[in-house]
């Protein structure tokens, strides 16, 4: 079975600082992992995603996300918080690359 | 380029009522879903379909119908509404290797 665990239910960051959103999955196989974004009164968009390979991933909007096999983690990072990163963001796992178990989601606040 | 449509946008139901959640995409996805949101909950996977005529039951089904007669729609029925089915309801679709795109959601309110 596959499940998410997102650590945080709110994180608030000043703005130009440090994004870290963390993300622990479980799976019984290697997983395909996610991040998505939601904007209020919004449906979910894409950020990235993992598949094999590289464990580095590049997504949109200049966030990344490392996958770590011995961690059972997906973190998402981005080096500088703008005003426009405020949303909600959801890691999700799917063991068979589409249906997806998501996480209960982390709230991101930037402070100006 | 429309994506996914869902309406209607908003509704307020009475206990015991019944309505219809329409989606249709304009992608020709195989696969399309049903998830419903809850606030600290994340998305619940309600219904899915790999492909016309053919669904299966996700995470948290029971008091939802949905039917796939063609590839484009994926209706989510509520047969008896109950409290406990307040939420935003979220349809999704996507093919293999591509993402899902979802809709803009339904707020969902029952009375």
């Known amino acids: 079975a596959q499940s998410v665990t997102q650590l945080g239910s709110h994180v608030s960051v000043s703005e130009g600082a440090l994004v870290l959103l963390r993300c622990n999955y479980s799976s019984s196989v290697p997983p395909y992992l996610f991040w998505y974004v939601q904007y209020p009164n919004q449906g979910l968009q894409l950020l990235l995603k993992?598949?094999?390979?590289?464990?580095l991933v590049k997504g949109i909007n200049g966030f990344e996300a490392e996958f770590k096999k011995s961690e059972t983690s997906f973190h998402l990072t981005k080096p500088s918080a703008h005003m426009s990163d405020a949303a909600e963001y959801f890691c999700a796992v799917s063991e068979d690359d589409y249906k997806l178990s998501f996480g209960a989601g982390t709230t991101v606040t930037v402070r100006a | 380029n429309a994506g996914v449509t869902q309406t209607p946008k908003f509704r307020i139901l009475k206990i015991g009522q019944s309505m219809t959640l329409q989606c249709t995409q304009d992608?020709?996805?195989?696969?399309m879903y049903w998830y419903r949101q809850d606030p600290g909950m994340g998305l619940k996977l309600i219904y899915y379909s790999v492909g016309a005529g053919i669904t299966d039951k996700g995470e948290v089904p029971n008091g939802y119908n949905v039917s796939r007669s063609t590839t484009e729609d994926f209706p989510l029925r509520l047969e008896l509404a109950a409290p406990s089915q307040t939420s935003v309801y979220f349809c999704a679709s996507s093919s293999l290797n591509t993402e899902a795109f979802f809709g803009q959601g339904t707020r969902l309110t029952v009375v």
């Open positions: 993992y598949t094999t390979g590289a464990t």
């Open positions: 992608m020709n996805h195989n696969y």
